[in-house]
């Protein structure tokens, strides 16, 4: 029984194209996240949201939109992919402020060709 | 300086061997300190948190040093499935939600 689950694991796709990502938890957490990890391992926070609310918008291109129907989902629309964009994209959920850690899903890997 | 610093590696040690890992931060607001393990293609997960009084869990003991900005891990008794990418993961008290991760150590541990 997952605690977070991500899908799709792997996506690969056009330049151009628009694709989701969606996460669910399962924990009750009141707190999700996005991060995105390059390819030099780098894990840089892009969205927070807290109860359905935006907490956290990092610098991230306006082609990406987070959307939270509920606590416990949080899915990721990216419009117009390019090169730059192929990483991987993990979600993950906290118990309210992140002082007790991070539950990560298992990641999708967005490769842009 | 960056947020969070650590040294890359790798580290190659034998089992049975005792290695340390450090980390500093930047922002001496930090509230929250953690270490999270991550293997290759796989997603982070908490190894421990750390308590400015050190905690340690079986062969793993984490530290904080508040004066000198910085948190270690110890590893004791390396095992082959100690290898691994070791995050250092700092919250500022800005707010809590945005967590700063480091770019990671990597330990391979041989037979």
């Known amino acids: 029984d997952t605690a977070v689950s991500q899908t799709p694991k792997y996506l690969v796709t056009q330049m151009g194209n628009d694709k989701s990502i969606k996460c669910e938890q399962n924990?009750?957490?009141?707190?999700m996240y996005w991060y995105k990890q390059d390819s030099k391992k780098f894990l840089k926070i892009m969205f927070s949201?807290?109860?359905?609310?935006?907490?956290i918008n990092e610098t991230v291109p306006n082609r990406f939109s987070p959307k939270s129907p509920d606590k416990a989902h949080l899915n990721l629309h990216i419009n117009s992919l390019e090169l730059g964009d192929s990483a991987v994209y993990f979600c993950a959920s906290s118990r309210g402020e992140s002082v007790y850690g991070y539950t990560f899903g298992s990641g999708t890997r967005l490769t842009v060709v | 300086r960056k947020e969070v610093e650590q040294d890359p590696g790798p580290f190659n040690v034998p089992e049975g061997a005792t290695v340390a890992f450090n980390c500093t931060y930047s922002?001496?607001?930090?509230?929250?300190f953690f270490w999270y393990r991550q293997d290759c293609r796989k997603e982070p997960k908490l190894l421990m948190s750390?308590?400015?009084s050190g905690n340690e869990d079986g062969r793993f003991t984490a530290q904080l040093n508040r004066a000198s900005q910085y948190i270690s891990l110890l590893i004791r008794d390396s095992k082959l499935s100690d290898s691994a990418t070791y995050l250092c993961?700092?919250?500022?008290?800005?707010?809590?939600?945005?967590?700063?991760f480091g770019a990671g150590t990597r330990l391979f541990v041989k037979a």
């Open positions: 922002n001496s607001a930090s509230q929250s």
């Open positions: 924990l009750g957490h009141d707190t």
């Open positions: 993961v700092v919250t500022p008290n800005t707010g809590g939600f945005k967590t700063i």
């Open positions: 949201y807290n109860n359905k609310e935006l907490i």
């Open positions: 750390v308590y400015s």
